[in-house]
């Protein structure tokens, strides 16, 4: 695949397995599971540019993938976070860190600081492992993100369920107020790119065109 053919192929990957895949004719399990054989079929069908598409090109993707968003198993294919549809995520609890950290901007950061964190377009609180990974995070939305230092120990010590969803995700269905502290600028590093010279890439989340009609 080339840079463009891959560009694309991800993006219908994220919007299939996390937002419509009905759009594909494909069933979804509770879990977010999707047979790959299928997934394979209906690209091939709605999307002519990848009739040449096998396993391997998906598998590749899955298995390279630095931010851990996808996973492979028994033949079935999932988004491990970012769901806008309803999945029940059967995702490891064990081994989060004490702190985790959030992105916001100075128009939120106070009405945060008294509400929690809440769900918006997905259906988890996506919380960050680094301050690093927050901040590029939050970057898709504006130049200089506010960063929330999140205390995930606490939030573990009072029974509050955080699963580990890809290399440095984690997810929750809410974070109370009084886990929340804004760090100070001067705690939050100043990144313009990441390593390697490139800039953030938004998440995708449609693909590049419409699905062709039946």
Known sequence: MNEEELDKLGRTM???????????????DKHGWIDLEEFINMVRKKQRRFRWLKPHHVLAII????????????????????????????LPTRGTPDL????????????LLETGLMPSDRKRVHLSKTI?????????RCPEPLIFE?????MVEAEIVIKKAGNTVFVVDSVPPEYLRLMEPEEVPIIDEEPGGKRPPAEPVEPVEPPASE
Do not use: C, W
């Open 14 to 28: 994220a919007g299939v397995l996390r937002h419509f895949p009905e759009r594909y004719g494909l069933r979804m």
């Open 132 to 140: 690093e990974s927050a901040i590029i995070a939050g970057k898709v």
């Open 100 to 111: 985790l950290f959030y992105p916001t901007t100075e128009e939120e950061k106070d009405i």
């Open 63 to 90: 298995d390279t993938d630095p931010k851990g968003r996808y996973q492979f198993r028994d033949g079935m294919i999932r988004a491990t976070y970012a769901h806008s549809v309803d999945v029940d995520l059967d």
């Open 150 to 154: 999140v205390n995930t120990k606490a």
